[in-house]
């Protein structure tokens, strides 16, 4: 069966690079790890939140815990490729995912439609049989009835945001001292605001990142090589904090605040999510 990774359990780290840490960092990885079967992907993922967000406002206050739901694609997916309904949990520094497969026309009608997973999985099913008697496993079901408690805890939830970028994911090449080690690097990072599209062609994807950075991930069940902590040091990368859902909503707030100063806006009863175009 073609299965996937469902459960995520790790400890999960970004670092902002300019062009000249990216490099030295990429050098360092020569002969320790080496990009993955699926090279370099374009990742697609449709936010989901409340009409005010309230979701990403409380998870950029950095509370003990926090959690978003998503759906996330790699390429440009037909109505019937696997696609992921997931759930994303940190606590304490440490990240949580819950995710499900299905057919991208199976999580629209699931969240959207507020149909039932396994119905919704039914009615549009997957084109590989194989990934479609995965997507109704007991274990797939079981994830599902967490992803609805979680809509039942915020009522109300929409697609808010979707954020693309182009992603590079390396893993240990055979015989590295760091098995669990997994490192991404995200560029080309933008949004859509789909709450704007609502009210306006809001169909433009905007950046997040200047010219040449790039957002790289570290994830590790463990510590850190010792070479990996070298060559941080040495370019002196830090750990930054980093979210691109998080960076989007700020930056539609303070597009927002400069329209508001402008005059756009009527009173200052307007909602929240009549703002942030």
């Not at 459960?7 to 360092?28: G, I």
């Not at 009615?123 to 979680?150: G, V, Y």
């Not at 859509?192 to 010219?211: C, I, K, N, W, Y």
Request: with cysteine; net charge positive.
């Amino acid at each position: 069966m073609a299965s996937f990774t469902d459960t995520f359990e790790r400890k999960e780290v970004k670092y902002r690079l300019n062009a000249k840490q990216h490099r030295e960092v990429l050098d360092a990885l020569a002969g320790r790890m080496a990009a993955d079967e699926y090279g370099r992907t374009r990742i697609t993922s449709l936010y989901f939140d409340t009409p005010t967000r309230d979701l990403i406002a409380r998870s950029l206050e950095k509370p003990l815990y926090k959690e978003k739901l998503r759906v996330r694609w790699y390429g440009t997916p037909t109505s019937g490729e696997r696609v992921y309904v997931e759930i994303k949990k940190k606590y304490d520094g440490i990240v949580y995912k819950r995710r499900v497969g299905c057919s991208l026309t199976a999580a629209y009608a699931y969240l959207m439609g507020r149909v039932p997973y396994e119905n919704a999985c039914v009615q549009n099913p997957l084109s590989d049989q194989l990934q479609q008697e995965e997507a109704l496993t007991l274990h797939s079901i079981q994830i599902a009835r967490e992803i609805d408690a979680f809509t039942e805890r915020y009522r109300n939830l929409r697609p808010s945001m979707y954020i693309v970028c182009e992603r590079t994911a390396y893993a240990p090449v055979p015989g590295a001292d760091a098995d669990e080690l997994r490192i991404t690097f995200d560029s080309g990072v933008a949004y859509r605001d789909v709450l704007a599209g609502e009210r306006e062609a809001g169909s433009t994807f905007h950046p997040l990142l200047s010219l040449g950075e790039t957002i790289m991930e570290v994830k590790t069940a463990g510590a850190y090589p010792s070479w990996l902590v070298e060559v941080l040091g040495g370019c002196q990368a830090y750990p930054s904090s980093f979210s691109k859902y998080g960076a989007a909503y700020q930056e539609c707030e303070r597009l927002a605040g400069v329209r508001f100063a402008r005059g756009a806006f009527p009173s200052l009863t307007s909602r929240k999510d009549d703002r942030c175009a």
